[in-house]
């Protein structure tokens, strides 16, 4: 029997098949997808900021860009996966609320999608496919089993990236 194992907000969780792994309420946030695609070990981390260097409430790691990464793959070799053979798939990073002005510090969606596109070349682990920016949610469910990434919004359809 498989499992849908939920994700929170700032959350982390690695599977194996046949356990798929589900996050809700992607806006500004990114989820990001990790597979070692010998063994079929997958993690779902749904961050919500880009860096923990400004933060004055670090304790929560899985929050940010830079240090949920690193969390996630200690929790993945610990469970056998071995960091040369991952991939990524990311999705999210939406701009969720129209800002006046032009100041970037607003538009965390695209510097949430910056910072993790940054932190994966910073560990070597090669983003196959992303859907991520415009003004809308995303609901996403990974399947370690194919290396699915279903992703469901409203009003934009459902697909798999």
Do not use: W
């Not at 098949?17 to 946030?29: E, N, R, V």
């Not at 010998?38 to 900021?49: A, E, F, V, W």
């Not at 949920?68 to 990311?90: F, P, S």
């Amino acid at each position: 029997m498989s499992k849908i194992i939920q994700v929170g907000m700032a959350d982390l969780k690695v599977a194996k098949p046949p356990d798929k792994l589900m996050t809700a309420g992607l806006g500004s946030c990114i989820g990001i997808c990790l597979l070692d695609r010998t063994t079929r070990i997958g993690s779902l981390t749904h961050i919500m900021l880009p860096s923990s260097l400004n933060a004055k409430n670090k304790q929560n790691r899985a929050k940010f860009a830079d240090t949920a990464l690193q969390m996630v793959l200690e929790e993945m070799i610990k469970m056998g996966a071995k960091t040369n053979m991952l991939v990524a798939k990311i999705a999210g990073g939406a701009q969720m609320f129209k800002f006046s002005g032009e100041s970037d510090i607003m538009k965390i969606g695209e510097r949430n999608a910056i910072a993790v596109e940054e932190n994966l070349r910073k560990y070597k682990i090669k983003l196959v496919s992303k859907d991520t920016g415009g003004s809308y949610g995303r609901t996403i469910t990974f399947d370690p089993e194919s290396g699915d990434l279903l992703i469901r919004t409203i009003g934009h359809g459902e697909r798999i990236i």
